[in-house]
């Protein structure tokens, strides 16, 4: 049973500044990972995914691999208010199965 | 398109009543997922179709939770004989056919409550 380990927090960072949201994995063979932002009552919502070790870039967002340490993070720079949320990790579960399995998120607030 | 969509929005039911859920996922979608989301947890694994194929039910899904997705297109998910423990969120999301690679569409969720 692959596990994904997460930070609940809350992570508390203040506007403008960089937030780090880290994530570990148990399974060194697992490749492809994704972040999922979701506000208060809504549902998730992908943002960024990386399957190879390095860095990945997306406007404000970077997603990093270390596949070797097994884990996984995003970096938020200028972080705003909006940006307040619970950051869901996670991967596929593999074997030939499409689930994905989630970690339990870190809240993050973006303080003004 | 309106997105995924999932009926009702939230279900009040007395313990030992049987509950059906039903997503209807973006139309170009053939792949249909459902999740449950308990109060901070992630969103735990279900089940999923591809068109009207089941292929994927998870092990920790009980006898009592069975989904169909008869023509390929919106899904329903049955709870029989409802416990405490079933309330949560219920979540349906879909993709195009390279699933999770292309990334889910979450619909809003059913919020379950079982008194």
């Known amino acids: 049973q692959k596990e994904v380990e997460q930070n609940s927090g809350p992570l508390s960072v203040p506007e403008g500044a960089i937030a780090s949201l880290n994530c570990t994995y148990s399974?060194?063979?697992?490749?492809?990972f994704f972040w999922y932002r979701q506000y208060s009552g809504k549902s998730p919502e992908l943002i960024m995914f990386?399957?190879?070790?390095g860095d990945k870039e997306d406007g404000r967002f970077t997603a990093q691999l270390n596949k070797a340490s097994q884990y996984v993070s995003l970096l938020i720079r200028d972080s705003q208010p909006s940006d307040s949320a619970t950051y869901l990790c996670?991967?596929?579960?593999?074997?030939?199965?499409?689930?994905?399995?989630f970690g339990k998120g870190t809240h993050l607030i973006i303080q003004p | 398109d309106t997105g995924v969509s999932q009926n009702p929005r939230h279900k009040i039911t007395k313990r030992g009543q049987n509950v059906t859920f039903r997503c209807d996922p973006i139309?170009?979608?053939?792949?249909l997922y459902w999740y449950r989301q308990t109060l901070g947890q992630g969103p735990e694994f279900l089940t999923y179709?591809?068109?009207?194929?089941?292929?994927?039910k998870s092990r920790l899904l009980s006898d009592r939770f069975s989904a169909e997705r008869p023509k390929g297109s919106f899904s329903t998910l049955e709870i029989q004989r409802t416990e405490q423990g079933d309330s949560a969120m219920y979540l349906c999301?879909?993709?195009?056919?390279?699933?999770?690679?292309?990334?889910?569409?979450f619909g809003s969720g059913t919020r379950l409550t079982v008194v």
């Open positions: 999301a879909s993709s195009l056919a390279g699933g999770a690679l292309w990334g889910y569409t």
């Open positions: 399974d060194r063979g697992s490749q492809s």
């Open positions: 990386i399957y190879s070790n």
């Open positions: 996670a991967e596929i579960q593999g074997g030939g199965a499409d689930g994905l399995t």
């Open positions: 139309s170009e979608h053939n792949r």
């Open positions: 179709f591809q068109n009207e194929a089941q292929l994927e």
